[in-house]
């Protein structure tokens, strides 16, 4: 542990001591800040942590406006720990899922291997709670493009397929008063350079030239990938 | 053509004659061009290099800007930074073999599969492109010819893809030859071939449209039933009185049979024909008339695909597995080096496994070989990684949608060879939209990788 997250982890520690909100801990130095943000629905109202849907995966603009993330229940709690590695050898720790159940998780949805992503048009990314083909088991995200699949209880950790890394991870914080949910982060695999290289020309069109650079400030909407995307593939 | 031109080109038809000549193992560049000359002691003397940077690192070459060869260079310097690569193609211009049959019915348009420069990849991925052909090999120097000149290497990659052969359908006097293959053509190489196949495809008023599958282990095992399930929807769609008539000259449908075989019962019924075991023998571009063993049809319009071959260049270069029937080449099953030669790999769909000529294929063992060559060239070895074929096929096209497989392959050690698909290969073969639109998505994948850095 370096210093720098060694005084996160103990401010984050401190604050959950005296707040009740409860911020993932990691414990590498992958980390890196961006503002805090809570999760809310279409309409603006806070999303809750325990009546968050378990079939289907949120998504959300996080860190910046044009990167898509997955904000998903699990069905049982994604305990921490798990020892990940980054492709250039890094390696950092699942600080395991957050709220009441300890079973809310959050991962970028931008696939390591080559960069599929939901997107408004479609998306062959998904969360899938059941019977995942690809993955030969239940609770996975898979990328159907060319068939990688992630384990989101375990730190985003490649299942299956030619995804070279985990899934970078989205810090969450947890209000044990209000059950609400705040991003705060992310840890993993730093791809947000290489993600905007490659889809520079896309996102000035969806968003507005530069546009999906900025930050989200207050409040993010986090919308079921059913309503994100016209269509998603499962496999 | 003016003197000094005149003079470089001997030059360096000389010295490559030379290299043949003293070497021993120099293949690939006629003589013939120098006969006559007088002056071939200035050959001796000089060889024409081509104009490089000189090299910073290791210089590995990469002969072809195919899936395979641009994969191989994208990830060869990322995996080992020292790595000077240089990559090769004769084409100046990208234009993309798979999903190009998506474009003739206006699934994709022509950006799509074109708007990829071999400039960006190149800065992207810091190397350096040399528009050129590639003509010759000496191997005991180390030195690659093209037509511009030769480049020293410590690796090279070849990656030049397939050809096509005529012969093995029967079509043998270069005449025939090239009234099929301009007029009928099989659309599996060139992006030219595309072009005048949609043309085709837009212009076609009725009648029978033929769509021919070859033996062996062609590129793209789904494309030519692809098409022809395009074709016939465009048929549909367009209300035109015609029908495509696919002449297989293999007993079933190579690949997602059940998925293909339900879009030619449940789709096209009435508009679309299958039939299998009818290899074609002969094609009379005149009558517009398919051989085949036992019968003869009758065509409006086609696309004959005869069978394939490893690109000449492989034959060109000595390079050759005498045991291949499509004249691959002689490479190490598992890390692609030419048999005894560290130096020299072959990769793609010149390779002589039994893998799917395909472009998933390509790119998966692409990122392999690159570890293969990263690893050499700090005088270490790696374990063997099986390349992964995740293929889609887009049996509709109004709405687009596809099936797909996911497959591995089996490396027995005692054999030391291929033995077929590993056990978790996957079928997903009842068509929708949401695969017909990860298949747009799987492409933009590889050409991120290919050109993106
Ligand atoms: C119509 C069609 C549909 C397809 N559909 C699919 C699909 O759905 N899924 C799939 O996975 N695959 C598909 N493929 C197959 C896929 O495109 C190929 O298998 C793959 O691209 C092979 O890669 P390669 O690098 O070996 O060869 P290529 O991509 O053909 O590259 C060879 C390169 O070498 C260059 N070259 C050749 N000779 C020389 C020389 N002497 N000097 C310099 N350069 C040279 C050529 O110009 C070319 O750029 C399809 C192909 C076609 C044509
Ligand atoms: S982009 Fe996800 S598997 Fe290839």
Redesign the interface.
Known sequence: MDRRNFIKVCSAGAAALATGVHTQLVYAGTVKDFARVKLVDANGKPLKASSLSKDEAYVFGYPFVGTPSFLIALPSAAPAGATLKTESGEEYSFPGGVGSKKNVVAYLAVCT????HPEK??S?MAYIAGNS??A?RAVAITC????SAFDPADGGRVVI??APQPLPGIRLEHDAATDEIYATGMYGADMIEDFF??FKGNLNKEYGIGKYREAPAGTVQAVLLSKYSV????? | MNENLDRRNFLKMGGAVLAAGTAGCATGVTGSAVAGSGSVSAAISTIDYLKLPKAKGPRLVIVGAGTSGMTIAAHAKKTYPNFDVVVVDKRDMFASCYNSSLWYVGIINLEFLAAHSFLDAAVNNNYIFVNAAATGLDRAARKLYTNNGAIDYDFLVLAPGISYDWAKIGVTDPENVYNVQQKFPGGFISPMEHVTLRRKFQEFEGGTFIQTVPSGNYRCLPGPYERACLMAGWIKKNGIKGKVLILDANPEVTIKAKGFHDAFDTLYKDVLEWKPTSAVTGVDTEKKIIKTEFDQYSFDDASIYPNIRASTLIEQMGLVDPKSLQKEANVDVRFYNVIGDPHVYVTGDSRNHPYSKSANTSNTEGQFVAKVLAARAQGKEIAWESPETVCYSMTNGFPPEAIKVDAKYTYDAAKDAITGFSPDTKTWETRDQAMGRAYLEWAQGIYRDTFGG
Not at chain 1, 144 to 147: A, F
Not at chain 1, 231 to 235: G, N
């Open positions: 291997h080559q960069l599929a048009k479609g062959v083909e690809t030969g159907c493009s060319h068939n397929g030619k290289k490659k269509d998603a593939d499962r496999c």
